[in-house]
Nanobody, 119 residues
Framework: QVQLMESGGGWVQAGGSLTLSCAAS????????MAWYRQAPGKQRELVAD???????NYADSAKGRFTISRDNAKNTVSLQMNSLKPEDTAVYYC?????????????WGQGTQVTVSS
C-alpha cells in the first residue's frame, strides 16, 4: 500500500506560478510511474504529466512548455512546477503512483489539492 499526500495548491492570478508537491509513503525509486492528473468541474480526470522510473517524462499538450514534473528521491517526493497559469488550469490536482507487483498493475491516488487560477 502506498499513501500519497499532495500539497501546494491554492489560488493564483493568471500568469502566476504554483508548485505542487506529492509525498509518498514509500521509496519513489520503487515506483514505476509517478504522475499528476487534474479534474475540472464537470470534466473527466486527465493526465497532466508523468515521470517514469527511467527518468523519462510525458506532458499533456496543455502543459508543455509551462509545467515541469520532477522528483526528489531522497525526500520521496514528486513535484509539479506550474508557470504561466491560466484560468483553464483551475482543477483539483491528483498525485498518482503506478506500481507493478507480481506483474499486476496497482494504482494509488492522493486526495487531491485544489488549484484556482483567476483571470
Amino acid at each position: 500500500q502506498v499513501q500519497l499526500m499532495e500539497s501546494g495548491g491554492g489560488w493564483v492570478q493568471a500568469g502566476g506560478s504554483l508548485t505542487l508537491s506529492c509525498a509518498a509513503s514509500t521509496s519513489i525509486s520503487s515506483i514505476a510511474v509517478m504522475a499528476w492528473y487534474r479534474q475540472a468541474p464537470g470534466k473527466q480526470r486527465e493526465l497532466v504529466a508523468d515521470l517514469r522510473k527511467d527518468g523519462s517524462t510525458n506532458y499533456a499538450d496543455s502543459a508543455k512548455g509551462r509545467f515541469t514534473i520532477s522528483r526528489d528521491n531522497a525526500k520521496n517526493t514528486v513535484s509539479l512546477q506550474m508557470n504561466s497559469l491560466k484560468p483553464e488550469d483551475t482543477a483539483v490536482y491528483y498525485c498518482n503512483a503506478v506500481m507493478y507487483v507480481n506483474y499486476s498493475k496497482r494504482d494509488y491516488w492522493g486526495q487531491g489539492t485544489q488549484v484556482t487560477v483567476s483571470s
